[in-house]
Each structure stands twice: as C-alpha cells, then as structure tokens.
T-cell receptor, first 117, second 114 residues
Framework: GAVVSQHPSRVICKSGTSVKIECRSL??????MFWYRQFPKKSLMLMAT?????????EQGVEKDKFLINHASLTLSTLTVTSAHPEDSSFYIC?????????????FGNGTRLTVT | AQSVAQPEDQVNVAEGNPLTVKCTYSVSGNPYLFWYVQYPNRGLQFLLK??????LVKGSYGFEAEFNKSQTSFHLKKPSALVSDSALYFC????????????FGRGTQLTVWP
C-alpha cells in the first residue's frame, strides 16, 4: 500500500535554531501534501497545503515566514520551523494522496515530535 | 463550512463487547467521510471511507461504519472489541470537490479493557 515516510521521528533543538522535517511519498507521486500540527489530546490542525512547484497555501493564523514549506518534487515536501521557540514544541504530521488515484484516502506519515528547549 | 463532531472524548468497552464511536458531520454538497486511527506517537492509519454506494462500509481490522444521510452521521462500529483496538480514533470529512483537504473531529479515545 501507499507509504508516506516522515523524518526525523523525533527531534530536540535549542530555542532560536531551525529544524527541517521531511515528508516523502515512497511509492506514489503527490502534487499536494498537507502539513498538520497536533497538540496533546487534541485534534489535528491543518497548517498548510504544500503544492509541488508552487507556493504553499497557509491556513489562517499560521505564520508562513516561521513555517517554511518547500515541495520541490512529486515525492518530497519539507517543513522548516525557523527560529524555533518552546511554544513550537508539538507533533507535526504530513499527509499525501496518490496523484494517480483520485479516490484514494490521504496517507499519513508517522509524525515528528519536536521539542524546543 | 465543513465540520465534524465527535461527541465523546472517551469510550470504554470490555473486550468482546460491541463498540461504537460516534461521528456527525456538516458539509455543503456530497460528503466524503473517513475514519482514521492513531496509536501513541504515530501518524494516522486509514480505516475506511464512504464516498458513494452502500451506506454500510467495511474497513480494516473488522471495523465498519454506517452512513446515515438524514442524521448526518457516520458512526464507527465493531461487533467484538479487542484490547489492541485501544487507540485514538478520528472521523474526517471533505467535500467531493476538494478531496484531500480533510476536516477532522477532535478525536475519541477508545479504551478496551480485558
């Protein structure tokens, strides 16, 4: 079945540094990938829609200069948390849908636990 | 606007008993409905979906869900719960024309006790 690989699974960084999270579709192509943020015991909050070859679409309230998204190929999207602060600590999850199968469900990565100290 | 309501934060059931996790939705146009399960510190795993056709949808691990248009509901069910079913369950909806952009409920923590 379709697999989305997310890396790293866990990262700890110091306040003020930047962290890059990768999301890859391993056996399918995806023109669109989605980035979610999940707070403890909370639902998923859609942060942005990543579009291959064009600018990402950010949800209201999400700082695009802080959460940089790049979708350079049909199988890779990256989320960079710039100048991270402790309040950015969270669980970040990416998802993608198979370009060739319009009715396929979204496939999710295993998430990245970010801790900013 | 699209939205999903999962009225129960927590559902507890004994192993072997039937389980139901409730979901109601609001969407303009035809709904595409999904159930996902999340285990601790993991991403979401797809369980089942309803797009069109039979109202009763069968999915992975013995789960099924019934689409009820008049009640705008899509409850998740399983005839006999397992301890290993304990996890966080999310209902999600998208409009047919924007498939891929999902609106999630807040999640229901299912605990199956032995």
């Amino acid at each position: 079945g379709a697999v989305v690989s997310q890396h790293p699974s866990r990262v700890i960084c110091k306040s003020g540094t930047s962290v890059k999270i990768e999301c890859r579709s391993l056996d399918f192509q995806a023109t669109t990938m989605f980035w979610y943020r999940q707070f403890p015991k909370k639902s998923l909050m859609l942060m942005a829609t990543s579009n291959e070859g064009s600018k990402a679409t950010y949800e209201q309230g999400v700082e695009k200069d802080k959460f940089l998204i790049n979708h350079a190929s049909l199988t890779l999207s990256t989320l960079t948390v710039t100048s991270a602060h402790p309040e950015d600590s969270s669980f970040y999850i990416c998802s993608a849908r198979d370009l060739q199968d319009y009715n396929s469900p979204l496939h999710f990565g295993n998430g990245t636990r970010l801790t900013v100290t | 606007a699209q939205s999903v309501a999962q009225p129960e934060d927590q559902v507890n059931v004994a192993e072997g008993n039937p389980l139901t996790v409730k979901c109601t939705y609001s969407v303009s146009g035809n709904p595409y409905l999904f159930w996902y399960v999340q285990y601790p510190n993991r991403g979401l795993q797809f369980l089942l979906k309803y797009i069109t056709g039979d109202n009763l949808v069968k999915g992975s691990y013995g789960f099924e869900a019934e689409f009820n248009k008049s009640q705008t509901s899509f409850h998740l069910k399983k005839p006999s719960a397992l301890v290993s079913d304990s996890a966080l369950y999310f209902c999600a909806v998208s409009r047919g024309s924007t498939l891929g952009r999902l609106y999630f409920g807040r999640g229901t923590q299912l605990t199956v006790w032995p």
